[in-house]
């Protein structure tokens, strides 16, 4: 089987035969299916009412798990933004319902924020529709080769961190 990265390989070769174009193979090729991830990720967000960088805070009080709330802080760490990048996504987020700020009881200068009901129906519904956009994505490999290469992915990003 061919595809388009295969032409490109060929044509890179045919032009600069001197140069070592395995990594083409897998960087074009990982390009192309982040782009085809992005599509899907958005229409998945979209469709529930949110964008990508409202399910990132989201999801990290979702996964927080009851009563999904997390100090400013911790969301930095989750969704690697900066404090004022988070300050106004949380802004955001408030104004459209989707969070609430509550007083942190364990600390009397401290806030929580806190998924609300409305937060937690879009959130959850955007993930619901993720994950059936990637298994359609992943439909071409058997689970044995979907298992290889979320293992090979892992060995990759590995010296990265994340």
């Known amino acids: 089987m061919r595809d388009e ?14 140069l070592d174009l395995g990594p083409v193979a897998v960087f074009s090729r990982i390009s192309r299916l982040a782009h085809h991830l992005d599509k899907a990720r958005r229409a998945s967000f979209t469709a529930h009412g949110i964008e990508s960088w409202e399910f990132d805070v989201l999801a990290a009080l979702r996964r927080a798990g ?5 100090s400013p802080g911790k969301l930095l760490r989750e ?17 459209r319902g989707l969070v609430e700020r509550n007083p942190d009881p364990s600390d ?48 990759l990003l590995a010296p990265f961190g994340s």
């Not at 009851?66 to 997390?70: F, H, N, T, V």
């Not at 937060?119 to 993720?130: E, Q």
């Open 108 to 155: 009397r200068r401290g806030v929580l924020v806190r998924l609300t009901p409305e937060g937690k129906d879009a959130v959850d519904g955007a993930f619901s529709a993720l994950l059936t956009a990637e298994r359609d994505l992943l439909s071409g490999l058997p689970e044995s080769d979907r298992t290889a290469l979320a293992g090979l992915l892992r060995q």
């Open 5 to 18: 990265v295969d032409d490109l390989i060929e044509a890179w070769a045919r032009e600069r035969a001197d």
């Open 79 to 95: 969704t690697l933004v900066t404090s004022g990048t988070m300050t106004n996504r949380v802004d955001r987020l408030v104004q």
């Open 66 to 70: 009851d009563p999904y709330e997390l």
